[in-house]
């Protein structure tokens, strides 16, 4: 049987700001901030991908290819990773994150959204809702399962949690507050 690994992508400026950090200007994103451009990584979290990068040497962690997301922040630190590490690294637009509609940019602790993502069927007012994402992951995660590959993928908070429930029975209120550090390594075995 198989396995694979999760890596969340290292920190960015609206993390440290605690806003909500989707899939702004993704090729995917039909919903559009105005003004807004894809958030990049802060030193902290370039610092965060080298580290994560030697540690998965010194744990002797072995794997195929990684699959990031193809937005700046994940792709950054997949590309550090691979530097390190020497494992191949690959874009994946499945691995972007959920579109929070008009949530994108606010307080990741408002009561609003805190309330809309234990919604699976919103689309967050021009977002994408949790069972299109659910789709998309799931589907990715077949098809990793299915190619025989360790693969590592890299990147976000909200494609964690779908990761996460892929693998283990959660309760609408666990999903909702599931999370993963920056830059944390999770194993998953299929």
Not at 49 to 62: D, H, M, Q, R, Y
Not at 113 to 137: C, T
Not at 141 to 163: E, F, M, Q, T, Y
């Amino acid at each position: 049987m198989g396995h694979m690994y999760f890596v969340r992508h290292g920190q960015t400026v609206w993390n440290v700001e605690n806003k909500i950090c989707g899939a702004t200007d993704s090729p995917l994103t039909e919903y559009k901030i105005c003004g807004s451009t894809d958030i990049d990584l802060t030193e902290k979290g370039h610092e965060q991908a080298v580290e994560t990068g030697k540690k998965i040497l010194s744990e002797n962690i072995k794997a195929d290819i990684i699959l990031y997301s193809p937005l700046m922040r994940a792709e950054k630190t997949a590309k550090h990773i691979s530097k390190i590490t020497g494992i191949p690294a690959k874009a994946e637009p499945r691995l972007t994150e959920q579109n929070f509609g008009k949530y994108e940019g606010t307080p990741r602790n408002g009561e609003e959204f805190r309330i809309a993502k234990r919604d699976f069927v919103s689309r967050y007012d021009g977002g994408e809702s949790m069972l299109h994402l659910a789709q998309r992951i799931y589907n990715l995660l077949d098809d990793v399962k299915a190619s025989g590959k360790v693969c590592v993928l890299v990147a976000h908070n909200g494609i964690a949690r779908v990761v996460n429930s892929y693998f283990n029975d959660m309760t609408n209120e666990e999903y909702a507050d599931f999370g993963v550090k920056n830059c944390e390594i999770l194993r998953y075995d299929f």
